[in-house]
């Protein structure tokens, strides 16, 4: 694996609306990386253009503005004063100004579009969003559902989602030997790299339907490496020894880093969510399929996670 590069930046893109769930989801975001100055936050806050938005996406930003109705003008101008309070918010909790940049736009599509087309742009390290209540983001944007756009098609860049407000710093990560297992294990790594103040707990289920991801060789060797992989994927404890050398070789304390006891269960989702609430972890970080991989008939893991998580974070890799 590369070289540990303890200075490297992290750059996060929070969309928020001005709504309490924004608050929520940056008050989790500096609650994890208070005082740390290798965090970068841009804030972007899309407003819904109304009737005009039909051609949007032809105009600049400058004639945009003699499009609009007045009142889409009062939300532009109540997004700009909670971008100014959400920066004295950060900075009160740990995050200087001088690490945030913020940006109001019109939408040129729709809110997710184009939330989705920044975060396209291979600028950020992950997406941040809040979401109200239980369930799939529902109703987040000014009103619309977000939730099955951002979370079916959010698949480039891994999505942090806050539901609630989130008081721990402890994490469970799912583990096992495949692709998207390790890859998530690698993202929480990479940004919690020499984090002081983050514990993670690694949790093993055996489902009773369907079993367990093998591991393949092959592309977990194009992702790192053939040695690293042969050194630890050979491990007679794999499942667990190799998601949590991943941790360690990106930064992460290994007196921090804990396993929990194998379960077998036939709802593995159900199990996340009961062991994640048992060990006071308030974020869930998990790997899913990729992008048009077939579930079977069973929901995925992920999916449902999502649907069941309540006053805590989930992480989607993948």
């Not at 400058?62 to 004295?88: G, I």
């Not at 099955?148 to 539901?163: F, N, T």
Request: proline share 3%.
């Amino acid at each position: 694996m590369a070289e540990i590069i303890q200075d490297i930046q992290h750059k996060v893109l929070a969309a928020v609306d001005g709504s309490i769930h924004s608050f929520n989801a940056l008050r989790y975001l500096s609650y994890l990386f208070t005082d740390l100055e290798n965090i970068n936050v841009h804030l972007l806050c899309v407003v819904p253009a109304g009737s005009a938005r039909l051609g949007m996406e032809w105009v600049d930003e400058r004639d945009q503005m003699t499009m609009v109705s007045t009142q889409v003008r009062a939300k532009l101008s109540a997004a700009r004063r909670f971008m100014e309070e959400a920066v004295l918010q950060l900075g009160r909790r740990g995050i200087a100004p001088a690490q945030v940049t913020t940006s109001v736009k019109l939408s040129r599509s729709s809110v997710a579009a184009d939330i989705l087309t920044e975060a396209n742009k291979g600028l950020y390290d992950a997406l941040l969003i809040g979401r109200r209540g239980i369930g799939r983001i529902e109703e987040l944007f000014m009103g619309s559902s977000l939730s099955g756009s951002m979370a079916e098609r959010c698949y480039k860049i891994p999505l942090w989602i806050v539901d609630g407000k989130v008081n721990s710093r402890r994490f469970l990560l799912p583990v096992d030997s495949s692709f998207n297992s390790l890859k998530a294990a690698d993202h929480l790594g990479f940004m919690l790299a020499h984090n002081p103040y983050v514990e993670v707990s690694l949790l093993h289920l055996s489902s009773m339907v369907g079993g367990n991801t093998a591991a393949d060789l092959e592309s977990l060797s194009k992702m790192w490496g053939h040695d690293w992989c042969e050194r630890h994927l050979n491990h007679p404890d794999a499942i667990y020894h190799a998601p949590e050398q991943m941790l360690i070789d990106r930064g992460l304390n290994p007196e921090r880093i804990y396993r929990l006891d194998r379960a077998v269960c036939l709802q593995p989702h159900t199990h996340i969510i009961r062991q994640s609430s048992k060990s006071n972890c308030g974020t869930i970080v998990i790997g899913r399929r990729p992008k048009g991989e077939k579930k079977g008939i069973l929901k995925g893991v992920s999916d449902s996670v999502l649907d069941m998580a309540k006053h805590m974070a989930i992480w989607v890799i993948g």
